[in-house]
């Protein structure tokens, strides 16, 4: 899916923020294949377009500007996307910050540099910073930047990118959350995989990965520009 740069490389302060562009009129469009996972019922897989476009802007309290998102989908049979629900974001002195609906998050924090560290979940109830001391919880989620380098995704060559992986606990036994993305800049997220399962620890599927329930996604970005 795609190819990184494992030399040690550090990425501009200056140009930092250009890994999420934010303006009016900026647009993302994804294609988006996921499995669904649940007790009851057998696994559901979808695959459908997801539109994310910046439609306004706005000053805020803090005197940054709001960037407001809204967010699309194409089903299959369907001739043009349908709204179904709205983000923000907003770019501050050393982090840029998306409100997916009612929970913030810190997707990127500078400088970014290969093993930069940061606790994504610190403005949020999820595993705010009490949460991450010398042995954090899994709620803290310490995000952190992997890899740097050119990347290829459906035929789309970026040459400045940026790996952050959100989570990589991979219990054998109990469950499984890995989620990572990809940021290529003046374009933002380009990839985005997420792996969020429960496994069976009742009885003789101990340790047998048996899939409770969960999800598995994958976000590859189609096309971007400017409406």
């Known amino acids: 899916m795609w190819v990184s740069c494992e ?16 303006m009016v009129g900026f647009y993302q469009i994804y294609q988006v294949e996921e499995t669904i996972y649940s007790e009851l019922n057998e696994p559901v897989e979808n695959v459908y377009g997801l539109k994310v476009m910046v439609v306004d802007s706005f000053q805020n309290l803090s005197g940054s500007i709001t960037y407001v998102i809204h967010r699309s989908t194409l089903q299959t049979g369907q001739d ?7 983000w923000a974001a907003r770019k501050e002195s050393d982090q840029v910050v ?16 290969i093993g930069k560290q940061w606790n994504g979940n610190a ?28 990347v290829s995704i459906n035929g789309l060559s970026f040459n400045d990118t940026l790996e952050v992986l959100l989570n990589n606990n ?16 003046n374009v933002g997220l380009v990839y985005k995989e997420t792996s969020i399962l429960e496994y069976c620890t009742v009885g003789s599927c101990i340790g047998q990965q048996q899939i409770d329930k969960g999800i598995e996604s994958k976000l590859t970005l189609v096309e971007y520009g400017n409406e």
């Open 98 to 113: 998306v409100d997916e609906g009612n929970t913030s998050f810190i997707k990127l924090a500078y400088p970014l540099v």
């Open 7 to 22: 030399e040690s490389e550090t990425l501009s302060v200056q140009s930092d923020e250009e890994f999420f562009p934010l």
């Open 170 to 185: 991979a219990d054998p036994i109990v469950k499984q959350d890995i989620r990572k993305e990809i940021y290529a800049r």
């Open 80 to 86: 043009t996307y349908e709204y179904f629900d709205t």
């Open 123 to 150: 403005l949020n109830d999820l595993g705010g910073e009490q949460s991450c001391g010398e042995n954090p919880s899994t709620a803290c989620d310490i995000y952190r930047v992997e890899s740097v380098g050119p």
